[in-house]
């Protein structure tokens, strides 16, 4: 089994600033204010415009999936093997580039959820204060369905059984410092660990092999001897 834990960096090339780059999003926003509970609690018209904004340049039309993202839906579709694709990116690059097996540990963009029913629900406009929550009616209670420091990633209990079950962990364009993704390399026992980013990550002495260069550019030919050599 092919695990793919994807990051910023793979979404980079198609017009998404990553976070920790230089021009990326921690240089213009503090962390602490929109990346966390108590940053929404404190401001959530703040936190709310940080993703209206981000919402709606993924759905602007100027977005569209990489070489990297469709290469990896090849890997799919060909490999003859189970490809997994973990992302802790919110856009739906992925799904876009016809990738089906995608789990999203860090939520969804174009999903917001009731703070007070937990329902979770697709949404394409921007969020207020103002907005009811469509199962329960509550007013001001959606908030974006993303993961935030101090928050319980998702589907947390399938990711440790696909780490578990993997012959081959690739990850791709993450910067290997945010937990608990930084500490898959480490808990997967696949024979392969195959590292691709711009320069090495907090985490590539763990790795087997480092492929420094862009995503875009990399994983098509990665995708290539992965099929060519059925995977293994
Ligand atoms: C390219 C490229 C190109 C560029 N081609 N490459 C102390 C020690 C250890 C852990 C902790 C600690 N204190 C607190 C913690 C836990 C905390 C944490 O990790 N903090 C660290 C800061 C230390 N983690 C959490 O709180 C998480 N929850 C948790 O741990 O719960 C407990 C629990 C665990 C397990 C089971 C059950 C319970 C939650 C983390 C939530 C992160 N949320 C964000 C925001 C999501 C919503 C949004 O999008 O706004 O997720 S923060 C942000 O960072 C976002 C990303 O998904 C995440 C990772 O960033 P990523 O993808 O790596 O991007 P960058 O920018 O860092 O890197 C880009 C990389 O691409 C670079 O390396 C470039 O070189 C490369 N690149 N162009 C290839 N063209």
Redesign the pocket.
């Known amino acids: 089994m092919i695990f793919v834990l ?5 979404s ?2 198609s017009g998404i ?5 230089s021009g ?3 240089e213009k926003h503090r ?1 602490e204010d ?2 966390t509970p108590q940053g929404f609690k404190k401001n959530p018209a703040l936190v709310q415009n ?2 209206n904004l ?1 919402r709606r340049e993924l759905l602007s039309g100027a977005i569209r999936p ?1 070489p ?1 993202h469709m290469a990896l839906a090849r890997l799919e579709r060909e490999a003859g093997e189970e490809v997994r694709i973990v ?5 739906d690059l992925h799904e876009r580039a016809g990738s089906k097996n995608v789990l999203h ?3 969804e ?1 174009l999903k917001v959820r009731c703070r007070d029913c937990g329902k979770v629900f697709s949404r394409r406009e921007d969020l207020s204060a103002e907005v009811f929550c469509p199962s329960c009616g509550k007013k001001g209670a959606l908030r ?1 369905h ?8 998702l589907h ?1 209990d399938e990711i440790a059984a696909l780490l578990r079950r993997a012959d081959v962990f690739i990850a ?12 898959f390399v480490s808990s997967t026992s696949a024979r392969r660990k195959i590292e ?4 090495p ?2 985490v590539s002495s763990f790795f087997t092999e480092n492929l420094l ?6 994983i098509p030919r990665l995708v290539e001897e992965l099929i060519g050599k059925k995977a293994l």
Not at 17 to 21: M, Q
Not at 87 to 91: H, K, L, M, P, W
Not at 172 to 183: E, H, I, K, M, Q
């Open positions: 994807t990051g910023a960096g793979v980079r090339e600033p990553t976070f920790r780059d990326g999003l921690w962390v929109v990346a940080f993703y981000r990489n990297a992302t802790q990116n919110v856009d540990m860090h939520g963009l974006p993303v993961v935030w420091f101090g928050e319980t990633p947390m791709v364009g993450t910067s290997g410092t945010v937990y608990p993704a930084a500490g691709v980013n711009m320069e990550s907090a260069g862009k995503a875009g550019e990399m």
